[in-house]
């Protein structure tokens, strides 16, 4: 009975193992295809609610959970099951990096104009992306926002901040330093329709002198086919992007960012 007993229960496990992917399946569809979002949610609950902590079953059904509350604004709900996927491991990559798209949703700048002065305690929305951490990261230190960064041209690191329906950007404008060595900054813009426009000219910032840079919506151009003008209304991310050559680490003292 005992030899009957362990043969078969592989075989139970292995079919509870294909019901929970074909429930995950469906949930899916209702989703995708029907548009039934909190029926979609209420399964993967009780998936998740099922499910073996390790399963690695359950970190597909923690995203699929995360990015549905995402989906409907729900950024609290959101943001609480993807951090449950990075905490226990089965979700490490894609819970963080949509966890990182929540973050800068909620956070993103909703009215102009704005000016960010980096006092001890100002809330500010640049973000340092998390795949970037190893190569360096962000503080406020009396009035400056620090950036330390070792330059990589194949996988530029960057600042990020999100916009949402601010109306038409007029310009930018940027107050910096680099105090280790010369800087290469890229300036780019993601589009509402997730096009991407760069400066025509990288700013060119030498170091230990105070550098001022104005640019406006005519002053970047396509990086991909795309229409030749960036439309100054149509404005979803900013980034920040480090092009310098590869060497030593570079460190940026940034005092004033302004947008109109």
Do not use: N
């Amino acid at each position: 009975m005992l030899a009957a007993f362990v043969f078969v229960w592989p075989q139970a496990a292995s079919a509870q193992d294909l019901d929970d992917r074909q429930t995950f399946s469906d949930a899916l569809l209702d989703e995708a295809a029907y548009g039934d979002i909190d029926q979609a949610v209420k399964t993967y609950e009780r998936l998740v609610g099922r499910l073996p902590g390790d399963d690695p079953l359950r970190g597909d059904v923690l995203f699929a959970l995360g990015r549905a509350h995402w989906s409907t604004g729900r950024l609290d709900a959101s943001r609480t099951w993807l951090l449950e996927g990075i905490r226990t491991g089965v979700c490490p990559t894609r819970c963080r990096d949509l966890l990182e798209r929540v973050e800068l949703e909620a956070a993103r700048v909703t009215q102009l104009p704005l000016t960010w002065t980096f006092d001890d305690g100002a809330e500010h929305a640049l973000f340092h992306p998390w795949r970037f951490q190893d190569r360096g990261g962000v503080r406020t230190d009396a009035g400056t926002l620090v950036w330390r960064t070792s330059p990589d041209r194949r996988q530029p690191d960057r600042l990020v901040m999100g916009l949402g329906d601010v109306g038409p950007v007029s310009s930018l404008e940027l107050e910096l330093a680099s105090v280790s060595r010369d800087m290469t900054l890229q300036l780019v813009v993601i589009t509402v329709d997730d096009r991407r426009y760069g400066l025509r000219e990288a700013l060119r910032v030498p170091t230990g002198m105070p550098f001022h840079a104005q640019v406006s919506p005519a002053d970047f151009v396509p990086v991909e086919d795309g229409p030749p003008v960036l439309v100054d209304d149509a404005f979803a991310e900013l980034w920040l992007v480090d092009i310098t050559d590869e060497g030593e680490p570079l460190v940026v003292a940034l005092d004033r960012l302004t947008l109109r």
